[in-house]
């Protein structure tokens, strides 16, 4: 049996062992990346509405994670996302993702406990009873379950191929109005079309 429980940042921050530990199994990334990855992570602790929530076994152990933040200007990913999503559906389109905006940063399950509906309920209990008016979030731009999960929860594509400056992946940026509406199409934030 799996629980979710909600983690702040002092936790977030002393965990961050553990929370490399699932990223690097469900991402498998380059084992030079993992300390720059480390600092970002601690970054984003001290943003503003930090939210985190955990998936743990019964005796404890972590499994899955998901969080995010407030966005706001002067944070390198709000500040780039920004300015393709203005370059793309105009200022008027930015400022309706972006403007009030809870950034979903990291959501990643064990591989060994994927596929029996943790990360998703993980996204939905990252973006309940949250204040802002959309929640937004990049993904790699491949037919993935991460991708195919986001877009049963509401999420619309707002750029597709974005490279971030320095990298070479290409993502998708997506969006979705909260609170979240499972298995109903995202609409947009209040006349800021996605397409
Ligand atoms: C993406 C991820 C967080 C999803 O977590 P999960 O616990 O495996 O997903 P769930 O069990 O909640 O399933 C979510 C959806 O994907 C489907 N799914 C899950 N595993 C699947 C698989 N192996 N093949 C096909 N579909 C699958 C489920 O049927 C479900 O569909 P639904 O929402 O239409 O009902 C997890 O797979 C993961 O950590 N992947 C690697 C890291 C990653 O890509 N993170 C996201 C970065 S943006």
């Known amino acids: 049996m799996i629980g ?3 983690v ?3 936790e977030f921050v002393s965990r961050l062992g553990s929370v490399l530990d699932i990223y690097t199994a469900a991402m498998d990334p380059p084992a030079e990346q993992l300390s720059g990855r480390r600092t970002i992570m601690g970054n984003h602790a001290t ?3 930090f939210t985190c929530l955990f998936a743990e ?3 404890g152990t972590p499994v899955g994670l998901a969080y995010g933040f407030h966005g706001a200007p002067g944070q390198w990913w709000h500040d780039v ?4 999503v203005a370059e793309r559906h105009g200022a008027a389109g930015a400022h309706g993702w972006l403007g009030d905006a809870l950034e979903l940063a990291e959501i ?5 406990h994927q596929g029996k509906g943790i990360g998703r309920s993980l996204v939905l209990g990252v973006c309940e009873d949250r204040p802002e008016r959309t929640a937004v979030l990049s993904t790699r731009d491949l037919p993935t379950v991460a991708r195919r999960l986001y877009r049963s929860l509401g999420f619309v594509d707002l750029l597709t191929a ?4 320095g990298g ?3 993502y998708v940026i997506a969006g979705a109005v909260l609170p979240l509406a499972p298995e109903r199409p995202g609409t947009g934030p209040r006349g800021a079309g996605a397409g």
């Open 162 to 165: 974005f490279v971030f400056p």
């Open 81 to 84: 996302v920004h300015q393709a």
């Open 168 to 170: 070479h992946e290409r």
């Open 8 to 10: 702040g940042p002092d």
């Open 4 to 6: 979710l429980r909600r």
């Open 47 to 49: 943003h503003p509405g």
């Open 57 to 59: 076994l019964p005796d």
């Open 108 to 112: 990643h399950v064990h591989p060994g």
